[in-house]
């Protein structure tokens, strides 16, 4: 079979496992960049689907012009695992929470819709009733807003978010030689996700791969120790090639295959471009976590 290569780099003939997930797709807008940073990155931290609770990521920054309200925003996701019977109201819940911890107590926030589908959650629940009952429904930028009354203000959030459904778990990993190799090969990936519509980054640049086995389940995901280069001649299965000393991980969730598959294209021709990466791979369970196998041979061939 023909050896892989990009732009010269090694990339190994394996596949990336990912999984359905439940997202929201919502913009956040606020009066300058220091709360829309604050915001977009508070109500987005802790990757955890992994641990069965949420995850979130800045898919896009907006202009004045491409928002609701007419001020700076960010496209922002959230995702939550998509098995069992009350895989939505679980969702909403944890939703409800990086959105009132996240986004609420942050001034001059407000939050919008930007998914249009069959399901979707009543923010009045978990969310607008924040107001103690003092909160209302009124039309404000040709949408329906729940006005909370906040200390500051008010506070605005759309009755309606869409609910999606989606690919979690896209991933790329990189081989170092050096960390500044390794940082920089996983910075130019995530900048080259943020270009693909519907992507997201979840951990931005990851340090931790976890692996499905563990001897600690209480704790849940342990290190890959296979793939850790600390470990290297020192456990019998290490998978570390001799003079890498760092692997980043991107992991990436999309509103669909098409956006997770871009993406990692994308992330894998942009690490490929760094001096002191001496192989591009993906993470994957042998099929134990999701039934999407993102096969980065069929990556590269639909490129050419």
Request: aromatic share 8%; glycine share 12%; proline share 4%.
């Amino acid at each position: 079979m023909t050896k892989l290569e990009l732009n010269g780099i090694e990339v190994e003939d394996t596949y990336c496992e990912a999984f359905d997930g439940l997202f929201v797709r919502m913009i956040i807008t606020a009066k300058n960049e220091r709360y829309l940073r604050r915001a977009a990155f508070g109500a987005t931290c802790l990757p955890s689907t992994v641990v069965g609770r949420t995850e979130g990521g800045v898919e896009a920054w907006l202009s004045e012009s491409e928002t609701p309200d007419q001020r700076i925003g960010a496209v922002v996701q959230v995702w939550g695992n998509a098995g069992g019977k009350s895989a939505l109201d679980k969702f909403e819940y944890e939703l409800s929470l990086r959105i009132r911890q996240g986004v609420l107590v942050v001034p001059t926030t407000r939050i919008f819709n930007a998914w249009e589908g069959e399901e979707f959650i009543d923010t009045m629940r978990r969310v607008g009733h924040c107001g103690d009952g003092y909160e209302w429904v009124e039309t404000r930028f040709g949408r329906e807003m729940i006005n909370v009354p906040l200390m500051m203000g008010e506070w605005l959030i759309e009755r309606r978010l869409g609910v999606g459904r989606g690919v979690a778990g896209g991933n790329v990993w990189f081989f170092a030689t050096s960390e500044d190799a390794a940082l920089e090969a996983g910075e130019r990936a995530v900048e080259a996700v943020a270009g693909v519509e519907g992507a997201v980054t979840t951990f931005d640049v990851c340090s931790a791969g976890s692996k499905v086995e563990t001897n600690y389940p209480e704790i849940g995901p342990t290190t890959n120790h296979p793939y850790c280069p600390t470990l290297r001649g020192k456990i019998p299965d290490s998978r570390v090639p001799e003079g890498v000393v760092s692997i980043p991980e991107v992991v990436i969730n999309g509103v669909n295959l098409e956006a997770v598959e871009q993406a990692m294209l994308a992330a894998m021709k942009a690490g490929s471009e760094v001096e002191g990466i001496v192989k591009i791979s993906a993470g994957n369970y042998g099929g134990k976590l999701g039934k999407h196998k993102i096969y980065l041979r069929e990556l590269l061939k639909a490129e050419h």
